[in-house]
């Protein structure tokens, strides 16, 4: 069992850039996909992006793509999303979540833990 815990959320102008941090408890957190979600009012939960276990592999959102990157530090049990040129559009809450498995990484139903979320709000 794995218990997540995000920071690093805000108010930032648009084209600013803001990193997002998922800190998990436990001493099994390399044993897990991490993957950030992001849902804004009205809409339904959008994946984000996925890192795997030992940090080799990780797969992002074309709507993020070349803006967000997804990161993993095993000794500090820690995963990151820094997202940079913000835009209006990515005003949401961020989730961070943790699989067993890296298939279907971009999938909400693959997940089975979850952190509370983060705001992030972009102005325009």
């Known amino acids: 069992q794995v218990q997540l815990v995000e920071s690093g959320g805000g108010l930032v102008q648009a084209g600013g850039s803001l990193r997002l941090s998922c800190a998990a408890s436990g001493r099994t957190f390399t044993t897990y996909t991490i993957g950030w979600f992001r849902q804004a009012p009205g809409k339904e939960r959008e994946f984000v992006a996925s890192?795997?276990?030992?940090?080799?592999?990780?797969y992002t959102a074309d709507s993020v793509k070349g803006r967000f990157t997804i990161s993993r530090d095993n000794t500090k049990n820690t995963a990151y999303l820094q997202m940079n040129s913000l835009k209006a559009e990515d005003t949401a809450v961020y989730y961070c979540?943790?699989?067993?498995?890296?298939?279907?990484?971009?999938?909400?139903?693959?997940?089975?833990?979850w952190g509370q979320g983060t705001q992030v709000t972009v102005s325009s």
């Open positions: 979540a943790a699989s067993p498995t890296y298939s279907q990484s971009n999938n909400y139903q693959s997940y089975d833990y």
């Open positions: 890192i795997s276990r030992g940090g080799a592999y990780s």
